[in-house]
């Protein structure tokens, strides 16, 4: 079975600041890893992945992510927060040895960054 | 972006009565999905297509029925729609090999 958690309903920054959003995940195998955004009134957007290889992902609009193995997570990350990140971010798992090409999402974790 | 589009983008309709979505993709993918995104529960799978003419259920299939009779589309009907059902629908397809998805723009339906 795979499962994501995205332990912070909300994330508070100010913009200049850098950002950190949290998942952790559950997998049998190996992880295939995803994050997503969502703007207000708008579908999700696909920002970033993690196959295998180098440990910190680089993505869209200055975001990366880095995982960890013997922490199970891949919190996303961005160095200087802009008022314009504030959305809501989605987690998400694929196991790579599940034989299920079928993602589980986190519950999603909205980030607002004030001026 | 994804050429990923759905229809209607919004719709308000009675109880008891019968809605179909309908999501085209002009991208040839394989797998395409449907969800549903409702306050405190982020997003649930309601039924997924990995080919035209074979579908599988999601984890809340209840009450909705699918159809895939070309690779383009992939609709999404509610039989006798519930307020319960009132909600935001995503329709989503698959990248190849790693599988991150690609979704369209949403259709909110009210059911009253």
């Known amino acids: 079975a795979q499962s994501v958690a995205q332990p912070e309903d909300q994330v508070n920054v100010a913009e200049g600041n850098p950002l950190t959003v949290k998942c952790t995940y559950s997998?049998?195998?190996?992880?295939?890893l995803f994050w997503y955004v969502q703007y207000p009134n708008r579908g999700l957007q696909f920002l970033l992945k993690?196959?295998?290889?180098?440990?910190l992902v680089k993505g869209s609009y200055g975001f990366e992510a880095e995982f960890n193995k013997s922490q199970t997570s891949f919190h996303l990350k961005k160095p200087s927060a802009l008022v314009s990140d504030s959305a809501l971010y989605f987690c998400?798992?694929?196991?790579?040895?599940?034989?299920?090409?079928?993602?589980?999402f986190g519950r999603g974790t909205s980030l607002i960054v004030h001026p | 972006d994804a050429g990923i589009t759905q229809s209607p983008r919004h719709k308000v309709t009675e109880t008891g009565t019968p809605v179909t979505l309908r999501c085209h993709q002009t991208e040839n993918h394989r797998y395409m999905y449907w969800y549903r995104q409702d306050p405190g529960h982020g997003l649930r799978l309601i039924h997924y297509s990995y080919g035209v003419k074979d579908t599988d259920k999601g984890e809340v299939s209840d009450g909705y029925s699918v159809s895939r009779s070309k690779t383009e589309d992939f609709l999404l009907t509610l039989e006798s729609a519930t307020s319960s059902q009132t909600s935001v629908y995503f329709c989503?397809?698959?990248?190849?090999?790693?599988?991150?998805?690609?979704f369209g723009e949403g259709s909110r339906l009210t059911v009253l």
């Open positions: 989503a397809i698959s990248g190849p090999n790693t599988g991150e998805l690609f």
């Open positions: 998400a798992v694929r196991d790579q040895s599940g034989g299920s090409y079928i993602p589980t």
């Open positions: 993690y196959i295998t290889g180098d440990n």
């Open positions: 997998v049998s195998g190996n992880p295939y």
